[in-house]
């Protein structure tokens, strides 16, 4: 069992920047590979960037490639996501979720066996 508390949304004008964290309990940490998803309303769940147990692999999407990092603290138990250049069409909730069985992260939401709750970006134009 693990649970996800996501923080660190909130709404800011277009270039500036954000850092989302979540934190996680209930499991060894480092065993896990963790992701950040969006969803913007009207649209699907969304891969943004995954990372692996030790925080050498990671993957981003085309959109957000160049402007928003992956990070994660397996002392603090917490990933991050700082993201640079918000662009108005980054305004979405955020989910951080994990995934117990891979070793090479995945980029698919269904493979993730743990969600947190969502924290709300909104950037403005």
């Known amino acids: 069992q693990v649970q996800l508390v996501e923080s660190g949304g909130g709404l800011v004008q277009a270039g500036d920047s954000l850092r989302l964290s979540c934190a996680a309990s209930?499991?060894?940490?480092?065993?896990?590979?963790m992701g950040w998803f969006r969803q913007a309303p009207g649209k699907e769940r969304e891969f943004v960037a995954v990372?692996?147990?030790?925080?050498?692999?990671?993957y981003y999407s085309d959109s957000v490639k160049g402007r928003f990092t992956i990070t994660r603290d397996n002392v603090r138990n917490t990933v991050y996501l700082q993201m640079n250049s918000l662009k108005p069409e980054d305004t979405a909730v955020y989910y951080c979720?994990?995934?117990?069985?891979?070793?090479?992260?995945?980029?698919?939401?269904?493979?993730?066996?743990?969600w947190g709750q969502g924290t709300q970006v909104t950037v403005s134009s």
């Open positions: 990372i692996g147990w030790s925080g050498g692999t990671r």
């Open positions: 209930g499991r060894t940490f480092s065993r896990l590979a």
């Open positions: 979720a994990a995934d117990a069985q891979r070793v090479i992260p995945s980029i698919r939401t269904y493979d993730y066996d743990y």
